[in-house]
C-alpha cells in the first residue's frame, strides 16, 4: 500500500517536472495502459509523457474474476530516472 512519505516524495518528483496532475491520477492511468496491454502472468513495462516528465511503470498483470479488468500490480514507478519502489496493486 502506498504510504503517506512515498506519496508525498512522488508529489515532490512530479511537482519539480511541472505535472500538475495529482499522484493518484498519473497511478491510475500507469495502472490502465499496463492492463490495455493484455499480457498477463509476466513482468512488463509502459512508459508515457506526462509534462516534462517520462514516466515508466513496471510490474504484471494477472486475471482476476471480472474477465475484462485484469489485476494490476505495480512494482515499481520511475519518474525521469529516479526510482520509486510502490509494491501494491492499483487495479
Known amino acids: 500500500m502506498l504510504n503517506e512519505e512515498l506519496y508525498e516524495r512522488l508529489g515532490r518528483a512530479l511537482a519539480q517536472c511541472r505535472v500538475d496532475t495529482e499522484v493518484e491520477d498519473v497511478l491510475l492511468e ?3 495502459a499496463m492492463a490495455d496491454t493484455g499480457i498477463t502472468g509476466r513482468e512488463i513495462s509502459v512508459r508515457e509523457q506526462v509534462g516534462r516528465a517520462e514516466i515508466a511503470a513496471y510490474g504484471t498483470c ?10 494490476v500490480f505495480v512494482r515499481m514507478l520511475t519518474v525521469n530516472g529516479k526510482e520509486f519502489e510502490i509494491e501494491d496493486y492499483l487495479l
Open 30 to 32: 500507469l495502472a490502465e
Open 62 to 71: 494477472e486475471e482476476s474474476g471480472d474477465e475484462d479488468e485484469p489485476e
